[in-house]
């Protein structure tokens, strides 16, 4: 019998974290964890319970297929970035300003 293939979402999760500005530190006091967890669990040395990625999902506004993107056959649209997750928090002069962008390199 084969052996599964090991699953590993701490680069997702860490990639996450970064793209809404938080340190380990703030992370790990957001969910009500240690900041050695959350290293852990970005090093892949520790899996998540599921009661911490759903605070994760929560707190940064996602889905939990975002955080398993790699290992789910989901034909949605995967294309969203975890460096444009936090959009919505940024402010209005940003948020014009990568409209703007974005219509600039888009013709």
């Known amino acids: 019998m084969r052996?599964?293939?090991t699953?590993?979402?701490?680069k997702n999760i860490q990639d996450i974290?970064?793209?809404n500005g938080y340190t380990q530190e703030k992370l790990a006091e957001a969910i009500e964890v240690s900041v050695r967890y959350v290293s852990d669990i970005?090093?892949?040395r520790a899996k998540p319970l599921y009661e911490v990625l759903i605070k994760i999902c929560n707190?940064?506004?996602i889905g939990i297929n975002q955080i398993f993107s790699k290992y789910l056959k989901i034909t949605e649209n995967k294309t969203l970035e975890y460096t444009i997750s936090g959009y919505d928090k940024l402010s209005e002069k940003?948020?014009?300003t990568i409209?703007?962008?974005i219509m600039y390199f888009n013709k």
């Open 3 to 5: 052996k599964p293939s």
């Open 59 to 61: 707190l940064f506004n």
């Open 94 to 96: 940003d948020k014009e």
């Open 7 to 10: 699953i590993k979402i701490g």
């Open 42 to 44: 970005e090093q892949d």
């Open 17 to 19: 974290r970064k793209s």
């Open 99 to 101: 409209k703007h962008l």
